[in-house]
């Protein structure tokens, strides 16, 4: 059985809108975000893709090239809790369009996929992005849960990439 959910915000009606796709099944658990940015989608890539400015809203990699095959990984957890290795390879990057890779957990069972698309949109960009696969770690942990997914993806994208983003 799949169920929808659809969350609509609106920080401001004619700038900014934000929609929250939760595609639930019993195999599979995929989150999908969109948000218009005030920002050219080359900004925007730049923002995704470059290890510097990654690191002013995002995670702090060592090294990072939007090239399908390449490997990297981060740590990342809750503040005061387990701080998990995760594990990505690009498989997919056309500039200022799509960049695609998986991301798993060391140590972990399951694997999931990370689907960021950009659009223009008059001045600015459409971000969509889709992670699929939840479902397939481990329900035991409840850090994996795809309610702390949902919390993750939307304070990232909708606060930090954002406020980088749009900062005046």
Known sequence: MLRIFTDLYLSVPSVSSVFVLDYLSAMEETLVFERRFDAPPAQVWKALTDTEEMRN???????????????????????????????????????????????????????????????????????????????TFPESNPDLAIANFRQGWTEIIHTHLRGYLERG
Not at 99 to 121: C, K, M, N
């Open 57 to 135: 809203w995002y995670f702090s990699l060592e090294d990072f090239q939007p090239v399908p095959g390449f490997a990297f990984s981060f740590v990342g957890g809750p503040p005061d809790g387990i701080q998990y290795i995760h594990r990505c390879v690009v498989t997919e990057a056309v500039p200022e369009r799509v960049l695609a890779h998986t991301w798993d957990y060391q140590g972990y069972s399951g694997s999931s996929t990370v689907r960021w698309e950009l659009a223009p949109d008059g001045a600015g960009t459409r971000l969509r992005l889709t992670h699929a696969g939840i479902g």
